[in-house]
C-alpha cells in the first residue's frame, strides 16, 4: 500500500491536482464519446477520453497520489449518495412501485432466463417487499454517504458502496438494453383454482404463446412467451429531474451515470486500507467540499432540504462520536445516529408526503399547463431509392430539384422505403392522457346524478327508440325512432313496442376531464385502492363533503377500484359520494397517501393533504383554500 501513498500529497500535490483533473475531463469526453448527441465527435472524444484516463491513473500511481484522489472520489461519491438517498426517501412508495416493475418477470429476471436458460427463474416473489427493500435502500444509502465522508468504517463502507453500485448499475444496464420487440420463455406454476390460472388454461386452445405443459389436480405448470418489461427510467432521479429541469435521464444517461459512480466506488474500495476516521483538517476539508457538491445537487434539483439534512448529519455524527461515552461515541453510535436520523425522515414522508413533490399534481401547479407542456419530437424524413441497374441505395431528404436526377428518373430509380430520423427527442407532457376520470353509464347512481354535469351530459345524449318484440320470446330489440321505417318490420314475428327516451346505445361513459379542469373550485377525495384506504378521518370527510353540497361546491372521490370495491365502501361509511374512476398508474402519480384530500381552483392544485392531516372545513376556509 505504501507505493499507492499514505499521505496527502503524495510526491507533488500539485501535480497530482492536475492529474486528477485531467482524469476526471477525460472521464468526461469518454461519457460524452457514447452520448448519441456527439456522434458526430465520438470517435475523438472516445480516444482523448482514454488516453487521458490511462495516462493519467498511471501518472497519478506514479505520484503516489491515489491517497487524495480517493478523498476526491470519498467526496463525490458521499455528497450523490446522500441527495440520491434523500431524493429516494423523499417519495419511498415511488421508488417501491418502480422496484416492482424490476421485479416483474419481464425485468430482471428476464435477462437471467435468457443468459443462462433457466425459464422458471423468477424474482416476483418480492413485489410484496418492495416498499421495505426501497426503505432500507433510501436509508442505507445516507448513511453510507456520510461515512464515507467522515471516514468511519471506510473498509465496510466501500465494500457496501460497491455492492450497491453493482446493483443499480445492473438495473440500468437493463434499462439501458431492453428490446421491447424480442421475446422470452417464461415458465410458471399457478394454484389450479386461481383466476390467472383458469385465464390461461381457457386461451391456451386457441393462443400459440400459452402452452400447458404440466397439470394436476392442485396445480398447473404453463409456458409462455412473452416480451421484456422495458423501465423507461431508473427511478432514481425520474421525479425530480422531470419537477426540475423538465427531462429525466435517458436509460443510457442513466447507465452512464451509474458507470461514472461505479468509477469512483472502485477508487475508494481500491486505498480502503489507507482511510482512518478523519482528522480535524481532514473533516474541515472534505465536509466543505462535500456541502458544496451537494448545493450544487439542491440547486439543480430546486430543493435545500438535502443541504441542511446532510450537513445536520455529519455534524451529529461527528458530535455523538464525542460525546457518546462509552455505550455510543465510536462506530456503533455514529451508525445508529444517522439510521435514526435517516428513519425519521422517511416515516415522516410515509406517515404524510414528500416533502418536495415532483410530480405534477403538487400544490399550486396548473393542470391545464402540465396538460400542454409536451415538446414535440423534430423528426426528418429519408427517401430511400435503388438504382435498379446497380443496387446501389440512395438517401435523400428534399424531393426538389436538386434530387430531381433520383426521383424523377423512375427508370433508373425505383422507391424502396423510408424512413424517420429523429433530429431533436421531444418530450410527453407532463400530465398525459391517462388523466381521464370518468363514470361508466352502468356505474351511473344518484350520486353521480346530483351533479349538475352528469345530469346535462346524460340530457344530451338521449334520444328517442322504438321497442321492437319478439312475439314468440318477448325479447325487446330497440330502433333508433329516426330510423325505423314500419313496412320494413316483419309483423308476423314482431309487434310495436312502446317509444321510450334512452341513452344512446353508443354512449358509453361520462367524460369529467374537462369539467374538473374549468370547475371554478372543485375537491377531490383521492382514493386509490378503497379496500385498502385509511379512512380513520372519515368523520372529516363527511362534514366537508355536507359543507360542500350546501355551498354548492362539487365533490367528488376518484379511485381506481372495482364496482364491488365501490359498492362496499357505500354500505360501510355511508358516503353518498359522486365518484369517478381513472387509471390506477395515474392515480399513483396524483398521491402516495391513500386516500388525499385535494382541493383544485380552476385547473390549480391549492390545497393537498394526505390522510392523517386531512383539514376541517373550517380551516380550508380560514386559509383561503376555499373561497365562498
Known sequence: MSRLGNTLQGKSLIFNVLFILLNITGLTFLVLGYHPN???????????????????????????GWTFFGYVARVLVGGLFIVSGLIKANDPIGFSYKLEEYFEDGALAYRVKDIFGWETFTLEFLIPYALTFSILICIVEI?????????????????LMLLMMVFFTLLTWHTKECDPHTTFRDVDTYDLNSSIAQIKIAEAPNNERIEILKQDASTV????????????????????????????????????????????????FLVRGVYKP?????????????????????????????????????????????????????????????????????????????????????????????????????????????NTQTGETRKIIDLDESTQEIWGNPDLWK?????????????????????????????????EK???????????????????????????????????????????????????????????EVDLREFILEAPQIIWLVARDLSNANFSRMERLKDIYTAAQENQIPMILMTASSQRQIEAFRNDWELNIPIVLNDETEIKAITRSNPTLMVIRNGVVSGKYAFRSTPSWDWLIKNQIIQL
Open 38 to 64: 456527439f456522434l458526430d465527435n465520438a470517435l475523438v472524444l472516445k480516444i482523448v477520453g482514454y488516453l487521458l484516463m490511462l495516462s493519467t491513473l498511471i501518472a497519478i500511481y506514479i505520484f503516489q
Open 143 to 159: 448513511v453510507l454517504g456520510v461515512l464515507a465522508i467522515i471516514g468511519v468504517r471506510i473498509k465496510l463502507t466501500a465494500w
Open 221 to 268: 405448470t404453463i409456458a409462455e412467451i412473452k416480451k421484456p418489461q422495458c423501465v423507461e427510467d431508473c427511478g432514481c432521479f425520474g421525479d425530480a429531474m422531470k419537477g426540475s429541469i423538465g427531462r429525466s435521464l435517458t436509460p443510457a444517461e442513466s447507465f452512464w451515470k451509474d458507470i461514472v459512480l461505479l468509477y469512483f466506488v472502485l477508487l475508494i
Open 278 to 386: 478523519n482528522t480535524t483538517r481532514e473533516n474541515l476539508l472534505l465536509i466543505t467540499a462535500s456541502v458544496i457538491f451537494i448545493l450544487f445537487f439542491s440547486w439543480l434539483f430546486t430543493w435545500y432540504f438535502p443541504v441542511f439534512f446532510g450537513l445536520a448529519s455529519i455534524l451529529l455524527a461527528l458530535w455523538i462520536r464525542r460525546a457518546g461515552g462509552k455505550l455510543f461515541g465510536n462506530d456503533f453510535g455514529t451508525i445508529l445516529l444517522l439510521t435514526l436520523l435517516s428513519s425519521i425522515f422517511v416515516s415522516y414522508v410515509l406517515m404524510y408526503r414528500p416533502l418536495r413533490d415532483y410530480r405534477p399534481y403538487h400544490e399550486g401547479s396548473s393542470l391545464i399547463e402540465r396538460m400542454n407542456d409536451g415538446i414535440p419530437s423534430v423528426i426528418e424524413i429519408v427517401q430511400i431509392y435503388e
Open 415 to 447: 422507391w424502396s422505403g423510408r424512413e424517420e430520423r429523429i433530429i431533436k427527442q421531444g418530450k410527453l407532457p407532463s400530465i398525459t392522457d391517462q388523466f381521464n376520470p370518468k363514470i361508466p353509464v352502468e356505474m351511473i347512481t344518484e350520486a
Open 450 to 508: 346530483n351533479l349538475p354535469i352528469v345530469q346535462a351530459m346524460l340530457a344530451a345524449n338521449q334520444t328517442y327508440y322504438v321497442d321492437l318484440v319478439d312475439r314468440t320470446t318477448g325479447d325487446r330489440f330497440p330502433q333508433l325512432l329516426e330510423d325505423f321505417y314500419m313496412p320494413e318490420v316483419d309483423t308476423a314475428r314482431f309487434f310495436v313496442g312502446d317509444t321510450l327516451l334512452r341513452l344512446q346505445e353508443d354512449f358509453q
